[in-house]
T-cell receptor, first 112, second 115 residues
Framework: DQQVKQNSPSLSVQEGRISILNCDYT??????FLWYKKYPAEGPTFLIS?????DKNEDGRFTVFLNKSAKHLSLHIVPSQPGDSAVYFC???????????FGQGTRLTINP | DVKVTQSSRYLVKRTGEKVFLECVQD?????MFWYRQDPGLGLRLIYF???????EKGDIPEGYSVSREKKERFSLILESASTNQTSMYLC??????????????FGPGTRLTVL
């Protein structure tokens, strides 16, 4: 039972354009969501998070949007840069719990 | 600077061998986690620990055990390695303060191959 789903295994975007990565979840108890970025042969690094009391959070080129009614979140990267090429994982947690539930990941490729 | 280190980057073992993967964090975090990453499956939680000598099963604990004798160190043990345990193993740590509304910090991973 995949509670957090990233339905696009890969995404290719031209440099300078907007990258939009999507994530859906099924558990309505999730109240905190995170995005991680992973380069090959490295561990994931935290990118940005959002609490369920918000619907948007920005950090520089990265913005995360949360639509609770649709149980959907998205990560927008604008403008996209070659260094953004990586695998992106969304993750979710339930209040009071320490464990994160991860999606399958989306491989983003930024083309020059 | 936050640091999670793992004892090996690459490991090759034979079926039936006992395998130890070590993880150390220097952030005084209460919580530590072991995940495996497989293509198309994302990161799946094997075990986690929220205190010394405490452990809880994650989503895929079968074939694994863990040990946490000191706060900074969390070990993953494969009692009898099998080929389906060939994977990337990732250790993470996180603070328990604030109800867990904070990120986990990951080590660089151990690529384990079981022949």
């Amino acid at each position: 039972d995949q509670q957090v789903k990233q339905n696009s295994p890969s995404l290719s975007v031209q440099e300078g354009r907007i990258s939009i990565l999507n994530c859906d979840y099924t558990n309505s108890m999730f109240d905190y969501f995170l995005w991680y970025k992973k380069y090959p042969a490295e561990g994931p690094t935290f990118l940005i998070s959002i609490s369920s009391i918000k619907d948007k959070n920005e950090d520089g080129r990265f913005t995360v949007f949360l639509n609770k009614s649709a149980k959907h979140l998205s990560l927008h990267i604008v403008p996209s840069q070659p260094g953004d090429s990586a695998v992106y994982f969304c993750a979710a947690k339930i209040q009071g719990a320490q464990k994160l539930v991860f999606g399958q990941g989306t491989r983003l490729t930024i083309n020059p | 600077d936050v640091k999670v280190t793992q004892s090996s980057r690459y490991l090759v073992k034979r079926t039936g061998e006992k395998v130890f993967l070590e993880c150390v964090q220097d952030m005084d975090h209460e919580n530590m986690f072991w995940y495996r990453q497989d293509p198309g499956l994302g990161l799946r939680l094997i075990y986690f620990s929220y205190d010394v000598k405490m452990k809880e099963k994650g989503d895929i604990p079968e074939g694994y055990s863990v040990s946490r004798e000191k706060k900074e160190r969390f070990s993953l043990i494969l009692e009898s390695a099998s080929t389906n345990q060939t994977s990337m193993y990732l250790c993470a740590s996180g603070s328990g303060i604030g109800g867990g509304y904070n990120e986990q910090f990951f080590g660089p991973g151990t690529r384990l191959t079981v022949l």
